[in-house]
T-cell receptor, first 114, second 117 residues
Framework: AQSVTQPDIHITVSEGASLELRCNYSYGATPYLFWYVQSPGQGLQLLLKYFSGDTLVQGIKGFEAEFKRSQSSFNLRKPSVHWSDAAEYFCAVAASSGTYKYIFGTGTRLKVLA | GAGVSQSPRYKVTKRGQDVALRCDPISGHVSLYWYRQALGQGPEFLTYFNYEAQQDKSGLPNDRFSAERPEGSISTLTIQRTEQRDSAMYRC???????????????FGNGTRLTVT
């Protein structure tokens, strides 16, 4: 069964600084990988996804993520953080065959300092 | 509708009562998922449907929890004899494609916050 680990519970960065949120997954084959963002009182919004092909994927709001098979990682990055990026970020993995349930990590809460 | 709609938005119930949570997915979406999210945690998978067929219910915590999607559209998650530990945000999500998820990510509703007193 697949699983996801987000090692950082909280991260604080200054506005304009770069950001990297870590995600490690466990799955026997090539997984489907996702990053979602959740703002207070809102549902989860998809930032980006990886299915196959180019390991560097671009998403909305200037985010990108890189799939590294050798490290079982799918870290989320943004070169310059805006105050509006403060939210909770969830990494998710889905199996590429069989049951298609999505497994989410515990999330990383991002705080942005002005 | 334009997005996934869940009702009620908030539900407060007394321990021992049954509750029914409703999810109306995006029109035409084949797959429907239920998740439970405790405060400060990620969404925890409960169950999912393709059309009206329940494909996987391995995440349902116990037999007090059940879900149905009789006509392949609206779904209801029912919790019988609620307990305080059932208090959480219950989220529904839908996806366009059944049986394969390429280019078909989950679209989430805003959830139902259940409080059991």
């Amino acid at each position: 069964a697949q699983s996801v680990t987000q090692p950082d519970i909280h991260i604080t960065v200054s506005e304009g600084a770069s950001l990297e949120l870590r995600c490690n997954y466990s799955y026997g084959a090539t997984p489907y990988l996702f990053w979602y963002v959740q703002s207070p009182g809102q549902g989860l919004q998809l930032l980006l996804k990886y299915f196959s092909g180019d390991t560097l994927v671009q998403g909305i709001k200037g985010f990108e993520a890189e799939f590294k098979r050798s490290q079982s990682s799918f870290n989320l990055r943004k070169p310059s953080v805006h105050w509006s990026d403060a939210a909770e970020y969830f990494c998710a993995v889905a199996a590429s065959s069989g049951t298609y349930k999505y497994i989410f990590g515990t999330g990383t809460r991002l705080k942005v300092l002005a | 509708g334009a997005g996934v709609s869940q009702s009620p938005r908030y539900k407060v119930t007394k321990r021992g009562q049954d509750v029914a949570l409703r999810c109306d997915p995006i029109s035409g979406h084949v797959s429907l998922y239920w998740y439970r999210q405790a405060l400060g945690q990620g969404p925890e998978f409960l169950t999912y449907f393709n059309y009206e067929a329940q494909q996987d219910k391995s995440g349902l915590p116990n037999d007090r929890f059940s879900a149905e999607r009789p006509e392949g559209s609206i779904s209801t998650l029912t919790i019988q004899r609620t307990e305080q530990r059932d208090s959480a945000m219950y989220r529904c999500a839908s996806s366009l494609v059944a049986g394969g998820i390429t280019n078909s990510p989950l679209h989430f509703g805003n959830g139902t916050r259940l409080t059991v007193t």
